[in-house]
């Protein structure tokens, strides 16, 4: 374990927002020796019961486990985790299809709680030196030269001054909103004509109704749903369809136009799911978008990092594992830059920044394949054939999908790395791809 930074005297660091990034990042700081403000405008979460139909169960993977693993969390936040190692796909007629994330079937996301995620990383926030947590503290300005800010609390406006802060404060972030009015930072979110809804299967007997070692997608071409196991054996299952149209969320509004259409899209779930329409009434629509902003950083001391400098679509799993990533290329620059905040906020902004671009891009795309293409036997096809490359040449072939999950190369040299191999193994998998159409056998040639 790092003790600190080589900086003789520490600024104390103040961070905006206790999510998932906020409190990974407080207990890295408090790691390296500097007292930590972290701020939070919500109630502290662990007191009440969690927002009704917003959670998104997350996807953790091997980017926000090296993350926690460096610190010692890994253990501790993995006892609630489901391990998921592969895709299970649900046809509106027919037999269910297994797809494995790895071609050995070996490796797995894991599916956990937004919720029980950020307990335990605030219960660590907490525990850690020099950390002090408050809640109900919503920021409402910001003076990046001086470090000034004013909060808006229960008890009234609480003005504070800080030599850094830090900006973890989520998709809707106020502190790149302060930058964005006042201090030239251009900000932009695209948001997506899809929105998404939270629906709930519960345990049947006391088991699991569907199989928990599994992702469950229901593609519907221009829509989808999705499933992921939950501890109490439940799943948390989301819609993702779109806002408008005929089999958008404004068009069902009635309790009988919600069951005709989940009979008629998804009718292996209607059984399943006894409380699906009041569900669907209920639970609110989540919107979807991805926003990129720039300068991520002002003056050398107020930053933006995870998703209040880069929130992604949620179609790659990736929105916490890369808000962790971030806290951990953050903590290399400052120790590279002996705890110099001047230097080291411009250099994690230029390391990372083609990073969560390229992840934004592939977030995108795996929306069109999830909710289009996991169905079709062409798709079948290209997977069976990639995780026969995957075999045949070890190390020189690795798909996109291993690459994002199972490995922590930056993302942007996975994009790079991805089009080389469809280059250079064009004629390779050409080979393979006829010997197993022909033969239904792989040939398999060393390497």
Known sequence: MTTGHGHREKDPVAVVGAGLAGCLLACYLARAGYRVDLYERRPDPRAGSPERGRSINLALSERGLDALRRIGLEEQVMADALPMRGRMIHPVAGQLDFQQYSHDGRRAINSISRGALNNALLAAAEAAPGVTVRFGHRLTRLDPRTGEMAFETPEGEVRVTAPVVLGADGA?????????????????????????????VPAVDGEFALDPGALHIWPRGTSMMIALPNPDRSFTCTMFWPTEGPAGFAALRTPAEIEDHFRTHYPDVVPLAPDLVDDYLANPVGRLGTVRCSPWQVEGRVALLGDAAHAIVPFYGQGANCGFEDVVELDRCLTETAGDWGRALPLFERRRKENTDAIAEMALANFVEMRDKVAS????????????????????????????????VPYAQVQRRVRRQQRALGGTAAVLAAGLAVGGRLIRRKP
Do not use: C, I, M, N
């Open 172 to 200: 809707g972030s106020a502190v790149r909103g302060e930058l964005a009015a006042h201090h030239g930072t251009r900000e932009s979110t695209d948001w997506l004509d899809y929105g998404y809804k939270e629906l709930t």
């Open 377 to 408: 036997p062409v798709f079948r096809f290209v997977k069976t054939v990639e995780h026969a490359l995957e075999r045949a040449l070890p190390g020189r072939f690795v798909s996109r999908y291993e690459l994002v999950s199972f490995s922590t």
